[in-house]
């Protein structure tokens, strides 16, 4: 027969028979049981969410080397982009210019780089955004580094034809007029010689008598001789470049269509053809089909002080001949 066994319940004050079967004993075996799994869960996850695994610490230390090596790059990029901006703004309004060479199109310039396509799949990769935003930087800064240097080459070889350029450029005053007494109307707005109403006058007009001869301000080629309406017996000369020439109201045509002039070749007389009201030579110089002031236009022919007087005589005279 099993001993009896018992404990002391300090409520009653008196020892009580314990409960020693197989049931009780494996109620206290689960119960045990079920604190100590409890307890193991609880410490296993406290261990878990605070303390990393040596493969966790290496790839959290990889990750921020990344971010670090990243934010690198993006900062060198900026860096980068500011040098590109500041090279191509000297392109534009510095180097360009001296050239006469229209600026590169902003569009072209900043036009993005890649697709979008391209930078969607990037999203789903490690790090998706900061690998997005670094690729579509330096895309965008490789593709204006292009841009950029296709623009130096093609500055290169207008250097390389500066010489020749420089002979194309209308550059004298297209009759003889040193003493600057042909000097009549200038370009800008004037009165109609006709219709007495204001009209921008596109050119520059010389007073002369009829036969008094016309010189090519630049070498190019005929490209009109013949009537044109308003103008009368007119040549029209392309230099290259961008320039134009016209010569209106002539009396006499010395030279053919496709012909090649050089500067100070005769190219007609001054006369009294078309809209004109006396004896006088209507001169206009274009640009890339925009019209200019010729007066710019005279630097192989006129000292400062000429030219300024020049300007003078051209802005007082408030009616045009033709």
Do not use: C
């Amino acid at each position: 027969m099993a001993k009896k066994k018992y404990y002391f319940n300090p409520e009653t004050l008196s020892y009580e028979e314990t409960d020693n079967t197989l049931l009780f004993k494996l109620k206290r075996l689960l119960i045990h049981l079920f604190s100590g799994v409890s307890l193991g869960v609880v410490f296993f996850f406290i261990f878990v969410s605070l303390v990393s695994s040596p493969e966790e610490v290496q790839l959290i230390q990889e990750k921020n080397r990344l971010h670090a090596q990243y934010k690198l790059l993006e900062r060198n990029m900026d860096e980068m982009s500011e040098i590109l901006s500041d090279l191509q703004q000297r392109d534009d309004n510095l180097y360009r210019v001296i050239f006469q060479a229209d600026p590169i199109p902003y569009s072209i310039r900043k036009s993005t780089a890649g697709n979008a396509e391209y930078y969607r799949q990037l999203l789903s990769m490690t790090n998706s955004e900061i690998a997005v935003s670094t690729t579509q930087k330096y895309n965008e800064l490789k593709k204006q580094l292009y841009i950029q240097s296709k623009s130096y080459d093609e500055l290169v070889k207008l250097a390389s034809n500066q010489e020749e350029m420089l002979k194309h450029i209308p550059a004298i005053q297209p009759i003889l007029n040193k003493d600057l007494t042909r000097t009549a109307s200038g370009f800008g707005w004037r009165i109609d010689p006709v219709y007495r109403t204001r009209r921008f006058h596109e050119g520059m007009d010389f007073t002369a008598p009829i036969g008094t001869e016309i010189y090519a301000t630049g070498n190019g080629t005929v490209r009109l001789a013949g009537w044109r309406q308003g103008y009368g017996n007119t040549v029209e000369i392309n230099h290259g470049f961008g320039y134009k020439t016209l010569y209106g109201h002539m009396h006499q045509i010395r030279v053919r269509v496709g012909q090649k002039v050089n500067r100070g070749d005769v190219i007609g007389t001054v006369g009294n053809t078309g809209k004109s009201t006396g004896p006088h030579l209507h001169y206009e110089v274009h640009l890339r089909g925009k019209v200019m002031n010729p007066q710019q236009f005279y630097f192989l022919d006129l000292s400062p002080e000429e030219y300024d007087q020049m300007v003078q005589l051209s802005n007082n005279a408030g009616q045009m001949f033709d």
